[in-house]
């Protein structure tokens, strides 16, 4: 199974605005993706769902799911990538860290990268692209 880690825009933008994102977001939950992540991650998707008007209970539940079906990594910020923001290492980190094949984003300092150590970097339609899911 392909292995993936979603930044958070991608997971907040798939569960809130469906598109693209909720396709692949869809994929993890039916267990089609094995899902990558972080606590740091998943603090970042509560705190932009909650900005997007997402209620705290659907959010801790929606964050449940997620733990049941995620491997965790525990990134400690020890990557530093000229151009990236802290907390666009912590998500690299991650990534690499779990050996991810992808990390799906829609950042562009990510995106520009284009891969990080074994890690591809793409954008959603580019994963559905390689599964030929659209």
């Known amino acids: 199974m392909l292995k993936v880690c979603l930044d958070s825009n991608v997971l907040v933008s798939g569960i809130v605005y469906g ?4 396709v692949i977001v869809d994929l993890v939950f039916a267990k ?27 959010i ?21 990538v000229r151009g990236v923001d802290p907390g666009d290492a912590m998500v690299l980190e991650t990534a690499w860290l779990a050996k991810a094949r992808y ?18 970097i793409i954008e959603p339609k580019h994963l ?5 899911r659209k």
């Open 19 to 22: 598109g693209l994102p909720g």
């Open 60 to 80: 801790r539940f929606l964050r449940h799911r997620l733990e049941e079906l995620a491997e965790f990594t525990n990134p400690k910020g020890h990557i530093k």
């Open 32 to 58: 089609d993706l094995r899902l990558v992540t972080s606590e740091f991650i998943l603090d970042e998707v509560e705190r932009n769902a909650m900005r997007c008007g997402q209620d705290r209970w659907s």
């Open 128 to 132: 559905l692209e390689l599964l030929n």
């Open 103 to 120: 990390l799906i984003t829609g950042d562009q300092d990510l995106l520009r990268l284009k891969h990080f150590k074994y890690t591809r």
